[in-house]
């Protein structure tokens, strides 16, 4: 679809698709998140699917003519896609340069270096935040996994005392800081300042991992006191995927922990320098203003850690340039499907928007005394327990209250998302991905899972907007 047409496409969506009533539209955006609930939980099909179904099905409940509720969806793909998908797929390259060179190694061994035991939760919380920085939640669990089994087993650890340390650094950084592709689809819907809610979703992100991680896990341990299973431990990863020095594949070098951590950090600062030149200068004409907001665009920013992560993270491990461009290739099939459900996402919330649902619960919520983002992690929490899906709770909840963002200031915008972003982590349970693949790597059963895992996920959620609703009073 060339740029033309999605404007066009846009265009002709911007008109409301129906002219429901607040009870018709009610049972329209029920009906829909049922349809794709069930989908997904009972009929176990893929989430892109559903989310096109579901989209399909609460434009025809709310009344609104095929043909509109199709060009509805297909504008709110196609402009997902082309705002965050670019970000999603350079996210996705440097992650992979990360653990192909090493460098991910490398940044684990020093830090596990300088950790005694009492230390060791909180040396796990560090590695998982920083490794987690660029990479995908699943990739980071499989990336760490082998690094937590490990330490548990030398040091004589409960499992949970490592690995919930680890797993909330991981989880954090996937609901609540961009480049991670909830997060960025949230600041694109409500319109926030993506330099600002950076920067806010590190004040957040850092006493919601502490206690949910190195804290809980004291008592995630006396819960379920079990010990790394030993079938997990001795398991060898795909030669192909696995960090150099761990794939035989001749390559022994490492990039140095300094030069690993600042390619990681780049992007980041980059982004945090544009949103403090906004703050300082705020003059959208003044040249450094304009040079900054280049410099510290996502595109631009995440461009230039990727490229520059080819030389210190490549070079340093001593990649060839087919090397390289093979890493660069193998990054980028595996994020076709998270592209795709993040596309269909926006689809979904577009739907919604052009049916009035975002103007009805702007309504409807005006007699209400409740805090505008109490109200959105609210509506997060509740889509993220309905599809188990955290990336889908944010995107259907971002939505729903881009209306309500419109008179907000820059600064309670960026905590809109992170509100949001909070709510989609809520109780990961058995319809979520995620809560399996935990499971399965730790070796519990359910019953552990529940008291550990979903306990760690809702904890993180409700820290998380606490943390949202005390900066809201200050800032």
Not at 275 to 283: C, G
Not at 333 to 348: M, Q, R, S, W, Y
Not at 438 to 445: A, D, I, L, S
């Amino acid at each position: 679809m060339t740029h033309l047409s999605v404007e066009m496409l846009a265009a002709d969506a911007a008109e409301p698709i129906t002219s429901a009533g607040h009870a018709q539209l009610g049972i329209a955006v029920l009906a829909g998140i049922a349809v794709i609930v069930l989908l997904i939980s009972r009929f176990k099909l893929h989430a892109f699917l559903s989310l096109i179904i579901g989209s399909l099905v609460l434009g025809a409940v709310a009344g609104a003519p095929l043909d509109k509720a199709i060009a509805s969806f297909s504008a709110g793909l196609g402009t997902t896609v082309a705002g965050t998908g670019v970000l999603i797929a350079l996210g996705a390259v440097l992650g992979k340069l990360l653990a192909d060179s090493g460098g991910a190694d490398q940044i684990v061994d020093t830090i596990l270096a300088r950790a005694g035991g009492r230390a060791m939760p909180w040396a796990m919380v560090l590695i998982a935040g920083i490794v987690g920085l660029p990479i995908f939640f699943e990739v980071g669990i499989v990336l760490l996994i082998p690094v937590v089994l490990l330490v548990a087993k030398r040091g004589n650890f409960s499992l949970m005392r490592i690995g919930i340390p680890a797993l909330a650094g991981l989880s954090v950084m996937h609901g609540l800081i961009p480049p991670h592709p909830g997060p960025l689809v949230a600041v694109d819907a409500v319109g926030a300042n993506l330099g600002i809610t950076l920067a806010l979703g590190v004040v957040v992100a850092v006493p919601t991992a502490i206690i949910a991680g190195p804290v809980f896990s004291r008592y995630a341990a006396r819960w379920v006191d079990i010990h790394p299973p030993e079938q997990m431990l001795h398991t060898p990863g795909d030669a192909a995927d696995s960090p150099a020095g761990r794939t035989g594949d001749g390559l022994q070098k490492r990039p140095g922990f300094g030069i690993t951590v600042a390619t990681v950090l780049l992007p980041v600062v980059m982004m945090l320098a544009k949103a403090l030149v906004d703050i300082v200068v705020d003059d959208p004409e003044h040249t450094v203003q304009r040079v900054f907001d280049v410099v510290g665009s996502p595109l631009i920013a995440l461009l230039t850690a990727v490229v520059v992560g080819m030389f210190t993270l490549g070079r340093a491990a001593g990649f060839t340039r087919g090397r390289t461009a093979a890493t660069v290739e193998r990054s980028l099939a595996p994020i076709a499907g998270v592209l795709l459900i993040v596309g269909a996402g926006g689809g979904f919330k577009q739907t919604l928007v052009d049916a009035g649902v975002g103007q009805m619960i702007l309504d409807v919520s005006k007699g209400w005394h409740i805090s505008t983002l109490l109200l959105a992690w609210l509506i997060a929490v509740a889509i993220r327990l309905a599809t188990g899906s955290a990336t889908v709770a944010t995107i259907s909840a971002a939505g729903l209250v881009a209306p309500l963002a419109a008179e907000l200031s820059s600064t309670h915008g960026a905590l809109l998302v992170l509100a949001i972003g909070a709510g989609s982590l809520f109780f990961s349970h058995v319809n979520d991905a995620g809560f399996w693949l935990v499971k399965e790597y730790f070796g519990m059963n359910v019953g552990q899972t529940l008291k550990t895992w979903s306990v760690m996920e809702t904890l993180i959620s409700v820290v998380g907007i606490v943390c949202v609703l005390l900066l809201s009073l200050v800032l």
